[in-house]
Structure formats: C-alpha cells, structure tokens
C-alpha cells in the first residue's frame, strides 16, 4: 500500500484505528490485485482552510463549496479521522468490502472519502452522512 509513510504528519497524525483498519484492508485487497494509495489523511487548519478557499473560488459561494470541502472546525480530516484514496479500483474494492474492516464511504458525492465507522462491522454495512445542502 503506498501513502502509508508515517514521517508524513497526513498519516502520522491520523486517529490510530484508521491506519490500522486501512493496513488490514489494504492487505486483503492485495490479494485481489488491487493496491491502495492515501491522497490525503490529516490535515492543519491551514490547509482545510486553504482547500476551502480554492473551492469557494470555483463555485463561487461557500454554501455551494460546503458540498465538496467544510471548515477547519468541521472537517473530520483536522481530527485525522478521514483519509482520501486514490485510484478507482482502490475505492471500488473499498464500496464493495470497507464495511468489514470498518471503513466506510459516508458522503455520496465523495468516492474517495473514507472515515472509520467501526459499529459497521457487525452489520457488514455502511450508511451515507446527508449531502450538505447547497446554495444561499
């Protein structure tokens, strides 16, 4: 699995059950020839504010950002509870078995968006957060 460099603070500072969880899914999704790569894990408030910023620019409002990126106080990144990942077949393989390891996909518009949700386990299923809303 690569992105998984724990000198970096994106991963070093992620919440230790992520990583964990990950590694353990990683592992299996190997063995179907599938590799994960970690875009992006925790976050400063900087650079959540940054990201913000950048897709303000583009839709031209922060409710119609809030879709995409939230706030420095919001983002599940800044506590290191969230990773992104790269690479379709990595988030395919996760949507099909992340439930297992805990990993769940929680935003519809976000494929490459995975949070721990360890009470997923049990049931082998994860739910969708609602799609903040856009617009003033």
Same mark, same amino acid.
């Given at each position: 699995m690569t992105g998984f460099d724990e000198a970096i603070p994106a991963v070093a500072d992620l919440d230790p059950g992520l990583p964990e969880a990950l590694r353990r899914a990683a592992t299996a999704a190997a063995d179907d020839g599938v590799e994960f790569c970690v875009n992006s894990g925790w976050r400063s408030p900087e650079y959540q504010d940054q990201l913000l910023c950048e897709e303000v620019a583009e839709y031209g409002s922060e409710g119609e950002a809030a879709g995409w990126v939230v706030t420095a106080a919001t983002s599940p990144h800044m506590s290191g509870e969230a990773v992104g990942i790269g690479r379709s077949v990595a988030t395919a393989?996760?949507?099909?078995? #992340?439930?297992? *390891? #805990?990993? %769940?996909?929680?935003?519809?518009?976000? /494929?490459?968006? *995975?949070?721990?949700?360890?009470?997923?386990?049990?049931?082998?299923? %994860?739910?969708?957060? /609602?799609t903040p809303p856009t617009g003033p």
């Open positions: 393989w996760l949507s099909q078995h #992340g439930a297992e *390891y #805990g990993l %769940c996909r929680i935003h519809r518009n976000e /494929p490459w968006h *995975y949070e721990l949700r360890t009470n997923a386990i049990d049931r082998r299923a %994860c739910a969708f957060m /609602p």
